[in-house]
């Protein structure tokens, strides 16, 4: 988990950067753009589950961003403006085209390494050869089970376990209380048991 401190710190330099851009800087956008992007590609795969059209919103995303900079109030909140940007592109394409998607596990993996987010990952296994094989088979099964979730239980899951966000920051984000947030995270999670039955072998962790 992110510090506080280096939360703030980075806060400040996503704010002067926005403050730069305003000036007319178009070098400080070129730093913000390489900062995040591959975390909102990430983002944008973990919702759609296909490489092209992650791509296609993470590019789009950072050109509404760059034209509609003047309307974010506080640059120290920039990631999470480019969150909102990414989720509700994101929605207007399932929208557009209503499919499960079908993820490749390495495919999600390259995301995860693209995006800079650390992947779910279940209790070390050491280094047996046949032990890493079946821990790989059941992190595949768990993005599979993610990705066949409905979108709204999709989106929570994919901020709060894979994105890291707390409830209160998803809450914002979705723009709906933060009981619901609770409540989404609960029903998915209940989903994943099920779909994920024969690799549980312990109990859930807690809401944060």
Do not use: C
């Amino acid at each position: 988990m992110v510090s506080s401190y280096a939360q703030s710190t980075t806060a400040r330099e996503d704010a002067e950067s926005v403050q730069r851009v305003l000036r007319g800087d178009t070098r400080a956008f070129d730093g913000l753009f390489r900062r995040y992007y591959g975390q909102i590609f990430g983002f944008a795969f973990q919702l759609t589950g296909d490489r092209t059209i992650a791509e296609d919103i993470a590019q789009e995303a950072f050109v509404r961003a760059y034209t509609g900079i003047a309307r974010l109030r506080d640059g120290g909140a920039f990631l999470e403006w480019m969150y909102r940007i990414t989720l509700n592109l994101a929605r207007d394409r399932a929208r557009l085209k209503r499919r499960k998607p079908w993820i490749s596990f390495f495919e999600l993996r390259k995301a995860h390494a693209d995006g800079e987010t650390e992947p779910v990952e279940f209790a070390d296994e050491g280094s047996d050869p046949a032990r890493l094989t079946e821990s790989d088979a059941r992190t595949e099964a768990l993005y599979n089970a993610i990705a066949a979730l409905p979108h709204e239980f999709r989106e929570v899951i994919v901020l709060h376990h894979l994105q890291k966000l707390d409830v209160e920051r998803i809450a914002e984000l979705l723009g709906v209380p933060e009981g619901t947030v609770k409540s989404r995270l609960g029903r998915a999670r209940a989903r994943l048991r099920t779909a994920l039955a024969e690799w549980i072998t312990g109990g859930d962790d807690d809401t944060e």
